[in-house]
């Protein structure tokens, strides 16, 4: 069976940007191969960081994806920093990665040219991506196409290695491309992010979900009820197709562009969608806080398990470069 590994950054509380995004896809992919999912808290320190903070963010986020349905049982569950050889591999892989590469990276060029001072970690984190990557000789990463430049950088580091000691040991991971949803946030402008206010937790009580979901943006042309819309550049229509069956999805097209609904009308349906889904994952939730040794657990064991595979890796690894 084919390997699968995707990581996430502890954000704390999954949001429905990024469950609708990945999480809700690496679900499924559970059935399908041998999956294993890290909490990528060594990516999480690159910027400003609270410790507390960052433990707190860590355990939420391990709390929302068992919740939403990533089962411990069926796939490999833990955290980055519990298994070492991450950052030990990430060193070794620096030493045959390029800077040019690396400074061609898409993301680096963005964030740096924000920042008055770039530290080292903004430059080779794609390394460690790597290294995530690599560890577990993992062949096939679900991304979307917006991340296959750094699955590139995974497979040109395997490439390199094997190439400068002889070997064929590390996979070149290929791209699982999934059909991810771009979630747009709540005001309509930018992709859903936590930075920018515009999202819904996974999480959240009904009531709050109402009291951002009232507000967001829609349709720009429907400015009275009575306007006719296109529910294809309506942000809400967007969810709808995430949230709510073909039929109900039809439904809303033909009453946005009749008037025959308003858009808290709309809203409304979406709310009911939305509830569906998410109300037994936050069922979910509340259990795993009522009995937080289930995810203590969980997470040991998959440290366990992904740290005997690393061992195992590097081993090789010292191996076949002279350091043992």
Request: charged share 25%; glycine share 6%; with cysteine.
């Amino acid at each position: 069976m084919s390997t699968i590994f995707s990581g996430i950054q502890p954000s704390g509380e999954l949001h429905i940007g990024n469950y609708l995004g990945a999480v809700k896809n690496w679900v499924e992919l559970q059935s399908k191969y041998e999956c294993i999912y890290c909490i990528v808290d060594y990516h999480a320190i690159i910027g400003d960081f609270e410790p507390e903070s960052l433990r707190r963010r860590t355990r939420q986020m391990a709390v929302s994806l068992m919740a939403a349905g990533i089962d411990p049982a069926k796939s490999t569950l833990f955290v980055q920093s519990m298994v070492p050889e991450h950052t030990e591999l990430a060193w070794i892989f620096n030493t045959v990665t390029p800077v040019g590469e690396l400074e061609r990276q898409t993301q680096y060029k963005d964030k740096s040219q924000r920042q008055e001072s770039v530290n080292a970690g903004l430059l080779i984190y794609p390394v460690l991506q790597a290294a995530d990557i690599l560890l577990y000789r993992a062949d096939l990463i679900p991304v979307g196409e917006d991340q296959v430049q750094h699955l590139e950088l995974a497979r040109d580091v395997a490439r390199k290695w094997n190439a400068k000691f002889a070997s064929e040991y590390f996979p070149e991971p290929k791209p699982l491309l999934t059909a991810t949803r771009r979630i747009m946030g709540l005001d309509g402008q930018a992709k859903m992010s936590k930075s920018l206010g515009n999202t819904i937790g996974l999480l959240e009580s009904q009531e709050d979900v109402w009291a951002k979901l009232r507000p967001a943006v829609t349709d720009p042309a429907r400015v009275r009820k009575t306007d006719p819309g296109t529910p294809e550049v309506c942000n809400i229509y967007n969810l709808h197709k995430a949230f709510n069956d073909a039929a109900t999805v039809e439904h809303v097209a033909t009453q946005c562009r009749t008037a025959g609904w308003g858009c808290i009308d709309c809203k409304k349906v979406l709310m009911d969608g939305m509830m569906r889904e998410l109300t037994p994952i936050r069922e979910r939730a509340r259990e795993l806080e009522a009995h937080p040794e289930i995810v203590t657990d969980a997470l040991a064991a998959g440290a366990a398990k992904s740290g005997e595979i690393a061992r195992r890796t590097m081993t090789t690894v010292r191996e076949t470069m002279g350091l043992r």
